[in-house]
Structures are given as structure tokens and as C-alpha cells.
């Protein structure tokens, strides 16, 4: 009896979905840190198994440089990042944090990045987890890539606070439309590397915002959280849509899309109006 | 006669234009070398200041951390990197570092940020140094933002390598319009502190390039170095386009451009299509 139990708690655990947060807050008393906690919550208390990458507490290297790989880089006179770190994963030579980090994402079947934007983008020690851990034959190869990538399995979605209201990142607002801010962010990292990209969770402004409106936001994220993994992905261009030589729209796409009022997607817009909102919500 | 000669080197000196490059790449063999030694060899040439900095070789650090700050933070439990620097800014309290980079940036008329593109964006070292350096107080307000930013008498440029060709960033390429890549880097981030931006130096995958295509790329650089700092910048909206209060298109400047084929902009394109290639060529 107790054998049977336990063999079935092996079971679960082994059969449980994973989610990998990526969280880059300095502080545990921040709006993100409270998102982020709601998400372990939430998520454990769903059965998933929850691991954390927190990256100012790791003191994550944020620097791609050549320590990065263990040994002796092949053209240490011409050093290229790219180039060497494929060559080192090829191997086995990246650095011990590269591989550890390389480890949970290929275990978690959702990866959630946590952070407050800065400049339009993720901060700068979370572009050095993109730039350090999505190593080239590892992340995406010349022909895994996009709808074909190599994490095309996985989910993965972006969850932030703002420090400027919704309205000024509206298409009148003079930030200008948060779906261009979030393009080569959404597209360029995460879908490039295949992931279904799920609707990014915005948390507007919060420090601006009462406790209340505080309170709110997380409310909303949890309850989001409780059907995250079931929710459909945004909408990209499947790979066979571009020819495979120069990655250019297949006429055929081009001409069926033709009498549409706007375009493909933010980036492949072809001259129309970007889709409303397609970098924000599903189905749009 | 040798002190009219010595006066008149020191008037030259004091009053030659200066011109910062902050450079992110690993190797001196690289090709984004070449383009930085491109630059300081045309406008030293042409009597221009230049200062550089390197910031692999600097070993800069990448993350906004309490140790920017010198001394106590004023809230170490609820730390929030954006206030806390902007009250050590104002009190000389921010790390010697960042106060070094800041004298830099005050004193040069024209920003070259010189970097390879890693994910559609700048290199996480880059970045460190973009959330580090430009500290709310010194690079923005809320008043001095956008066409009256701080440093609107000052010009500022991307200069980048690209991994893909320039096809795959065109409209109907699988990157996407490279317009739409740049405009949180452009707008967002230089603009909003005020830089008239000059249209970026795009460097379209060298690393796949023959020898000629490369030298033929750094002569073309050569040659727009001589008369950079008389282009004339990309456009934006000015400031008082925007209402005070929530910084949305005033109704006069919607109702004018109504009848226009294009959006204002990539970000405020009013649900319209977006201007060709605004962020790639100035009157665009």
C-alpha cells in the first residue's frame, strides 16, 4: 500500500509540468517579487513543479565574454561570441552557470520572465541570461528556428511592470504602440527559438498605483495564473510561409493576404496597418 | 609668434567638437573594431575629440545594483533602482563608474554606439551600461523628456553588425521591417532623453560577407564619417504634440494628419500603415 503510494508520488512528480521563472527584481519587497511569489503559489498549488532563476541573488554574469567557455577558444585573435559558444556547447565546454541555466529551460515546459521593463526592454543582467544561455545549436539552428525551433514544445510569455501608464503606449501615446515595443522582444527571442509566445502579462505603472490598484493587478495575474498553460499562444507566420533560401513571404502568402485591411504580424506587415493588439492578446 | 601659434591650438582643442564611442565587442580583429577604428581615424582626422568607451576591455558591469550607490540606500527593504540613483545622482553619491561615463556623455556632442546586434537588440554589457548611465536627473525628467530632453543639443547613432542579410529585415522578410527592431532603441531609449538621432550605420552580415563586400561596407563608413555631424536627424514628433497630462496626440495634430497615407511614426502610426523606413533614413 504504501509501496503503491509512493510509486504513484514518483509518478506525479515526474509527470508534473514544470515552469521556470526568470526574475530579475533587486529587491523582495518590489511589485515583482509579489508577482513572482503569486506565480509560485499559484502554479505549485496547481501541481506544477516551479524552479526560479533569480538572477540579482545568483549574481548572474550579464557579460558574454570568452570565460564563458571552459578551456581554450579556437581564434582567440578573432573571437566570435556566437561562433565559440556553439563550438564550447557542441563539446561540453560552456561555463557551469550557462549549463545549469541550459538545464532548467530544457526541463520546464513554460519559462515566465519576470521583470520591470527598462528602456523599452528586459534589464540588463536578463539580456545577458538571453544573450548567454540561448547559445546558437542549443537555442536554434539555421534550420531550427521560428515555427521550427528547437523549443517549439515549450511556452514562454513575458510578465512586467511598467513605469509609464497604459495610454502612453497606446498607437496616440508617445511612447508609441507597446506591440512595436514588444516585436523584437516577442518575435526576435522567443518565438525565434520556437517557443509558443503566450500573451505577455503587463502590470501598468504599479508604482504609481494605489495599494489597492496594487492589489488588484496581482488578483487579476492569479487569476490568469490558474489557466496559464491551457491558453492559446499568440499568432506568428509559420516558417513554410517564407521561401527557405532567402526568408522572404511566399508570393502565394503575399496574394492571399492582399485585399486584408492589415498586415501579417507587427514586423511583417507589409506596408498595411499592424494587426491591433497582436502582440498582446491572443487571436487578434 | 610660437604663443599666438600655442593659443590658437588651445582654442582649437577647447573648442573642437568631441565625439564619445561606446564600443561592445570582444575582439580587436573583429569587424566592429574596424568600424570603431574607422570612426576615430575620420574624425580625428577631421579634428574632432573622440574618447572611447570599450566596454569588454572596461570589464563594465552589466547590473543595476545597490552598489552603484555609495553609502546607505534610503529604502533597502522596498530598494528601487530608478529612485534610488536618481537621489545619489543628485547628492554625487553614484559610483565612480557610472560618474566617469556621465562626464563622457556631458561633454560629447555625438554618441556612436558601436556593438554587433544580439537578439534584436544591443549586447547585455550595452545595455548594463544604458540602465546604469542614464540615471533619472541626469539623462531625464518628467518635464525634460523626447524634443526637449535633456540632451537635445546633443546627437547620438546606432552603428551595428547584423547576423542576417538585409532582406530578412525588410517588411516581408522573417525579422521583420528592421524599422519596426529599432524604434524602442531610437525612440525609446535616445530620444527620449532628448538626442537628435542620426540615422543608424548598418552593417548587414559582414561575418557572411567576402573580404571586398567587408572592406567595400568600412569605405562607406569612411565616407558618411566625413560629413556625420551635419546630417541631418531622423524625425520625431516634437514634445508639444502631446497633451501634458497624459501624453496622447493632441486632437489638432490627429485631425491634421487624418488624411495622410502613412502613421506619424513606427510607434504612433494612428492605426495607419508605417512610414517607410523612418527609422533608417532621415526625412523619411
Not at 512528480?13 to 515583482?32: D, E, M, P, R, T
Not at 497606446?170 to 516585436?183: E, R
Amino acid at each position: 500500500m504504501i509501496f503503491g503510494c509512493l510509486l504513484n508520488l514518483i509518478f506525479l512528480l515526474l509527470a508534473a509540468k514544470k515552469v521556470l521563472i526568470v526574475y530579475a527584481h533587486q529587491s523582495s519587497g518590489s511589485f515583482n517579487a509579489a508577482a513572482k511569489d503569486a506565480a509560485v503559489e499559484v502554479l505549485t498549488t496547481q501541481g506544477y513543479t516551479v524552479d526560479i532563476s533569480d538572477l540579482y541573488a545568483m549574481n548572474f554574469k550579464a557579460t558574454a565574454t570568452a570565460e564563458d567557455i571552459k578551456g581554450d577558444v579556437k581564434e582567440a585573435e578573432h573571437f566570435r561570441y556566437s561562433k565559440e559558444t556553439r563550438l564550447a556547447w557542441e563539446d561540453g565546454r560552456l561555463s557551469e552557470d550557462i549549463t545549469k541555466e541550459q538545464t532548467k529551460l530544457t526541463e520546464a515546459d513554460l519559462i515566465i520572465f519576470q521583470f520591470p521593463m527598462y528602456w523599452f526592454s528586459v534589464p540588463g543582467i536578463l539580456k545577458g541570461w538571453i544573450d548567454r544561455v540561448l547559445t546558437s545549436g542549443f537555442a536554434f539552428t539555421q534550420e531550427k528556428l521560428y515555427s521550427l525551433g528547437i523549443f517549439k514544445d515549450k511556452k514562454a510569455m513575458l510578465s512586467f511592470t511598467t513605469g509609464s501608464p497604459e495610454s502612453m503606449f497606446s498607437p496616440t501615446g508617445i511612447n508609441g504602440d507597446m506591440n512595436v515595443t514588444l516585436w523584437p522582444l516577442q518575435n526576435g527571442i522567443l518565438h525565434y527559438c520556437g517557443f509558443q509566445v503566450l500573451a505577455p502579462q503587463i502590470f501598468w505603472a504599479p508604482s504609481s498605483a494605489s495599494p489597492e490598484a496594487r492589489t488588484s493587478m496581482l488578483e487579476g495575474w492569479r487569476t490568469r495564473l490558474q489557466g496559464l498553460l491551457e491558453e492559446k499562444p499568440l499568432s506568428f507566420i509559420p516558417l513554410d510561409g517564407f521561401d527557405e533560401k532567402g526568408f522572404q513571404l511566399k508570393p502565394h502568402v503575399h496574394e492571399e493576404h492582399a485585399s486584408k485591411e492589415f498586415g501579417l504580424t507587427v514586423g511583417v506587415h507589409l506596408g498595411k496597418p499592424i494587426p491591433p493588439n497582436c502582440m498582446m492578446k491572443a487571436g487578434s
